[in-house]
């Protein structure tokens, strides 16, 4: 048997070239399985997902850059 739930991993400031800021929050599905046997529980890291403090979705480009889809803007982690 097993179980999903979404968890906050990750929060950081990006910025775009126009200088505009966004607060980047990432979530990562976390499927907790329940081995019959011994009764043991383990969590696994699932799919990862971003969006902006405002609730808008974000598409990971690489590992410090994100597009806001809604905006077709691509910001950049700031450092």
């Known amino acids: 048997m097993s179980r999903k739930r979404e968890v ?10 126009d ?3 966004f607060r ?3 979530y990562t599905t976390m499927i ?9 529980t383990e969590s696994l ?3 990862k997902r971003a969006c902006t ?3 808008q979705p974000c598409n990971f480009v690489d590992d410090d850059t994100l597009e806001v889809v809604e905006l077709g ?4 982690r700031a450092r």
Do not use: P
């Open 8 to 17: 906050l991993t990750e929060q950081f400031l990006a910025e775009s070239q």
């Open 24 to 26: 980047i929050l990432v």
């Open 19 to 21: 200088g505009r800021s």
């Open 53 to 55: 403090s405002q609730g």
């Open 32 to 40: 907790d399985v329940v081995s019959m046997g011994d009764q043991g």
């Open 73 to 76: 803007l691509r910001v950049t």
């Open 45 to 47: 890291e699932g799919l």
